[in-house]
């Protein structure tokens, strides 16, 4: 081996990292190359001096042990629970960041949009607007220029109602998941607060009904807009103002994701899932095999979806962050930037019609953007589960969950104060 | 000993608790210092590292790294957490639109806080640190302060082994490129060896 060894080579020979082989023919150049024995030593000597350096300088960093566990004591002591609050039901989690994941990509595509002004007029691209008298400072974007996101705007403490749905519910009016999303950006608190469907719910007007149910029975009325009618009933039954609702429909993502060109991800470890439930009733069995991967929209949502675990440090999370980072990727690759404008129109098209709103576009890319900052770790979770509701059956036969006014106020007060 | 505190710790001894913190606290706060270079921030870290341990401290399995090296990883990537939302607090479109849709990659200045008294090469080498880009400069703390390997380091900051090592090279690199400059400047070869002579 006569050609010259890379700083690379050298950091690993210094290190002694090297497989048997390729450490030989290091050793064999270096025998008979002064030139690469000399940057050798010179290596060496900068590692020795780096860590002297640091260790002195490490030394002398002033230490307060006291006060630091003093405040980890308050925060671990005041993480726990006073009520017990159960954990997130699978379900609902998934459904959660499923929904979290469609409104980032939904910022994203709106970002693009906006990136379009200069191609075709867009009408009624946008998401729909919807007569909301709370949320005057936010009014629908116009189609083509967009308005200025104000940087402020959101600075406050924001509720947002997210109701998921798979699409084929949405026909029915029922939502399969509720949940809020409250975000205050000057403390950067976050929390996620699942609200199951079966919550049985005063309605306005209604008298009594499922928290599903409720998006249906606004879209029925001439009056009033699902959205709305939600936003007022969970806003009333959590006594905490919500500001927004939106409504994201799953199969939006996978028309999105088509809309791009599929994604790349390296799958670290082959999937076997054999039991993904087709929707059906019955299974469409999954196999992804590891290694990079093309995957289009619906094999996308397949690979967020599977309950399988390969790794523990492979898990749903895991993906969905992925799939996020690759959406990101492919969304603001420059070379892939002049294609994706001038496709913007029909993905913005495509996204809005998985996404019913009152927010505005410029909200929608703020939130995600910020959303999209925040780690899974500094939004807390919590669900109104058995800690603050009561089983019961309705006269009709239906299962329901009794709300708990106190419980519901102490847990929703406890979610508020973790971001003291 | 150590798994121990550990166990008591989990079933909420406050007691244990404080003995694990007490005794990584320093390590995990010189770490956090050294890669923020901001007391705040790093005692802001410092105290999200442990809490988030603590949290978690079921999910920790001693044979996959010795505890004091689980710290680190975790201190790390709450610095790294601190130092993207700093750098980034909030994206309107338009700086988003004006900075051709990649945000700023440095982090804020700080002013050092602490005043360090080094001499000699350790001066000289300090120094230069802290004009080899952030990334690499954080890699090789990691790395000649912290201890951890390459796969731990590329757990920490979110990134593959490859790159983290390319980090270490390239701030080797930059390292060796500054001293070599500042050797000839001021000291004409004689302070500090550096490379091959030409």
Same mark, same amino acid.
């Given at each position: 081996?006569?050609?010259?060894?890379?700083?690379?080579?050298?950091?690993?020979?210094?290190?002694?990292?090297?497989?048997?082989?390729?450490?030989?023919?290091?050793?064999?150049?270096?025998?008979?190359?002064?030139?690469?024995?000399?940057?050798?030593?010179?290596?060496?000597?900068?590692?020795?001096?780096?860590?002297?350096?640091?260790?002195?300088?490490?030394?002398?960093?002033?230490?307060?042990?006291?006060?630091?566990?003093?405040?980890?004591?308050?925060?671990?002591?005041?993480?726990?629970?006073?009520?017990?609050?159960?954990?997130?039901?699978?379900?609902?989690?998934?459904?959660?960041? @499923?929904?979290?994941?469609?409104?980032?990509? &939904?910022?994203?595509?709106?970002?693009?949009?906006?990136?379009?002004?200069?191609?075709?007029?867009?009408?009624?691209?946008?998401?729909?607007?919807?007569?909301?008298?709370?949320?005057?400072?936010?009014?629908?974007?116009?189609?083509?220029?967009?308005?200025?996101?104000?940087?402020?705007?959101?600075?406050?403490?924001?509720?947002?109602?997210?109701?998921?749905?798979?699409?084929?519910?949405?026909?029915?009016?029922?939502?399969?998941?509720?949940?809020?999303?409250?975000?205050?950006?000057?403390?950067?608190?976050?929390?996620? @607060?699942?609200?199951?469907?079966?919550?049985?719910?005063?309605?306005?007007?209604?008298?009594?009904?499922?928290?599903?149910?409720?998006?249906?029975?606004?879209?029925?009325?001439?009056?009033?807009?699902?959205?709305?009618?939600?936003?007022?009933?969970?806003? &009333?039954?959590?006594?905490?103002?919500?500001?927004?609702?939106?409504?994201?429909?799953?199969?939006?993502?996978?028309?999105?994701?088509?809309?791009?060109?599929?994604?790349?991800?390296?799958?670290?470890?082959?999937?076997?899932?054999?039991?993904?439930?087709?929707?059906?009733?019955?299974?469409?069995?999954?196999?992804?095999?590891?290694?990079?991967?093309?995957?289009?929209?619906?094999?996308? @949502?397949?690979?967020?979806?599977?309950?399988?675990?390969?790794?523990?440090?492979?898990?749903?999370?895991?993906?969905?962050?992925?799939?996020?980072?690759?959406?990101?990727?492919?969304?603001?690759?420059?070379?892939?930037?002049?294609? @994706?404008?001038?496709?913007?129109?029909?993905?913005?098209?495509?996204?809005?019609?998985?996404?019913?709103?009152?927010?505005?576009?410029?909200?929608?890319?703020?939130?995600?953007?910020?959303?999209?900052?925040?780690?899974?770790?500094?939004?807390?979770?919590?669900? /109104?589960?058995?800690?603050?509701?009561?089983?019961?059956?309705?006269?009709?036969?239906?299962?329901? /969950? /009794?709300?708990?006014?106190?419980?519901?106020?102490?847990?929703?007060?406890?979610?508020?104060?973790?971001?003291? | 000993?150590?798994?121990?505190?550990?166990? +008591?710790?989990?079933?909420?001894?406050?007691?244990?608790?404080?003995?694990? +913190?007490?005794?990584?606290?320093?390590?995990?706060?010189? *770490?956090?210092?050294?890669?923020?270079?901001?007391?705040?921030?790093?005692?802001?870290?410092?105290?999200?590292?442990?809490?988030?341990?603590?949290?978690?401290?079921?999910?920790?399995?001693?044979?996959?790294?010795?505890?004091?090296?689980?710290?680190?990883?975790?201190?790390? !990537?709450?610095?790294?957490?601190?130092?993207?939302?700093?750098?980034?607090?909030?994206?309107?479109?338009?700086?988003?639109?004006?900075?051709?849709?990649?945000?700023?990659?440095?982090?804020?200045?700080?002013?050092?806080?602490?005043?360090?008294?080094?001499?000699?090469?350790?001066?000289?080498?300090?120094?230069?640190?802290?004009?080899?880009?952030?990334?690499?400069?954080?890699?090789?703390?990691?790395?000649?302060?912290?201890? *951890?390997?390459?796969?731990?380091?590329?757990?920490? *900051?979110?990134?593959?082994? !490859?790159?983290?090592?390319?980090?270490?090279?390239?701030?080797?690199?930059?390292?060796?490129?500054?001293?070599?400059?500042?050797?000839?400047?001021?000291?004409?070869?004689?302070?500090?060896?550096?490379?091959?002579?030409?």
């Amino acid at each position: 081996m006569n050609k010259h060894l890379d700083d690379r080579q050298l950091l690993s020979c210094l290190e002694d990292d090297l497989v048997p082989r390729r450490r030989e023919q290091a050793e064999a150049h270096l025998r008979t190359c002064p030139a690469c024995r000399a940057r050798l030593d010179a290596l060496g000597r900068t590692a020795a001096n780096l860590t002297t350096t640091l260790h002195a300088v490490g030394e002398q960093v002033p230490l307060a042990p006291a006060r630091s566990w003093e405040a980890v004591a308050r925060r671990w002591q005041g993480e726990r629970p006073r009520l017990p609050v159960p954990p997130f039901r699978p379900f609902l989690r998934h459904a959660a960041t @499923l929904a979290i994941l469609v409104l980032i990509v &939904a910022g994203l595509a709106g970002l693009l949009h906006t990136l379009a002004v200069t191609g075709p007029a867009l009408p009624r691209a946008t998401p729909t607007p919807l007569p909301t008298p709370t949320s005057s400072t936010s009014p629908s974007p116009a189609p083509g220029p967009l308005p200025r996101p104000d940087p402020d705007r959101l600075a406050g403490p924001v509720s947002i109602l997210v109701l998921g749905t798979d699409g084929e519910s949405a026909t029915s009016g029922e939502t399969d998941a509720l949940m809020l999303f409250y975000l205050d950006a000057s403390t950067r608190h976050a929390f996620l @607060l699942s609200i199951p469907r079966e919550l049985y719910v005063e309605v306005p007007g209604y008298g009594q009904a499922r928290a599903g149910s409720v998006y249906g029975l606004g879209e029925q009325d001439e009056a009033l807009s699902g959205l709305r009618l939600a936003q007022q009933v969970v806003s &009333a039954t959590l006594g905490l103002p919500v500001q927004h609702a939106a409504l994201v429909r799953f199969d939006g993502f996978v028309v999105l994701v088509d809309a791009l060109g599929g994604l790349d991800v390296q799958v670290p470890q082959p999937i076997e899932d054999p039991t993904f439930p087709d929707g059906q009733g019955g299974y469409a069995p999954l196999s992804i095999p590891a290694g990079r991967q093309h995957l289009d929209g619906a094999l996308a @949502l397949r690979y967020a979806r599977t309950r399988v675990v390969p790794d523990p440090g492979f898990d749903r999370a895991f993906r969905q962050r992925q799939l996020v980072l690759a959406v990101h990727e492919r969304v603001t690759r420059l070379d892939l930037l002049p294609g @994706l404008i001038a496709q913007a129109p029909a993905l913005w098209a495509s996204i809005a019609g998985g996404l019913e709103t009152d927010l505005s576009l410029s909200d929608v890319i703020d939130l995600a953007l910020l959303a999209n900052g925040l780690t899974a770790d500094a939004i807390a979770t919590a669900s /109104l589960d058995e800690c603050c509701t009561v089983p019961s059956t309705t006269p009709a036969g239906r299962r329901v /969950l /009794l709300p708990q006014p106190d419980e519901i106020e102490a847990l929703i007060e406890q979610l508020l104060e973790e971001g003291q | 000993m150590i798994q121990n505190l550990i166990e +008591h710790t989990v079933a909420g001894d406050e007691t244990a608790a404080r003995q694990l +913190h007490d005794a990584h606290y320093p390590a995990v706060f010189r *770490l956090a210092y050294m890669l923020l270079q901001n007391r705040q921030d790093a005692e802001d870290a410092t105290q999200d590292a442990f809490v988030y341990a603590f949290r978690h401290l079921a999910q920790y399995d001693p044979a996959r790294a010795g505890f004091a090296t689980w710290l680190k990883v975790i201190v790390t !990537s709450r610095c790294r957490d601190l130092q993207r939302r700093q750098r980034v607090p909030w994206f309107s479109l338009q700086e988003l639109l004006e900075a051709g849709l990649e945000p700023e990659d440095e982090a804020p200045d700080h002013q050092p806080d602490v005043v360090l008294e080094l001499v000699g090469v350790q001066q000289m080498v300090w120094e230069a640190l802290q004009q080899v880009p952030p990334k690499s400069r954080q890699a090789l703390i990691l790395r000649y302060f912290g201890g *951890l390997s390459y796969p731990e380091m590329a757990q920490a *900051l979110g990134c593959s082994v !490859s790159t983290v090592k390319s980090r270490v090279v390239y701030g080797h690199q930059a390292l060796a490129g500054l001293l070599e400059r500042e050797a000839r400047i001021e000291l004409g070869y004689h302070g500090y060896h550096v490379g091959d002579a030409p």
